[in-house]
């Protein structure tokens, strides 16, 4: 398994250093419309959980993944 770091980074195809809680489509040339969806099902695929639509419209950063990774009970590979 794929760290979040891990899989962002490699989903996004930037260096994990350049990686914050605030690091989000407005400051991510590469967090696109289509890199998003990216996200969406390699998070899903990599965590073994689904998100509602809610949860996937709600999230604006870094942090907000990290969070509603947490609502699912992700405790691993997520700091």
Request: net charge negative; glycine share 4%; aromatic share 8%.
């Amino acid at each position: 398994m794929e760290t979040l770091k891990e899989l962002f980074a490699r989903v996004l195809d930037i260096n994990e250093s350049e990686i914050n809680d605030n690091s989000s489509p407005s400051n991510v040339a590469s967090w696109d419309s289509f890199n998003g969806l990216m996200l969406v099902s390699e998070l899903e695929k990599n965590f073994n959980v689904r998100f509602s639509i809610g949860e996937v419209m709600s999230v604006r950063n870094f942090k907000d993944i990290m969070e509603t990774l947490k609502k699912h009970n992700v405790t691993e590979g997520i700091d």
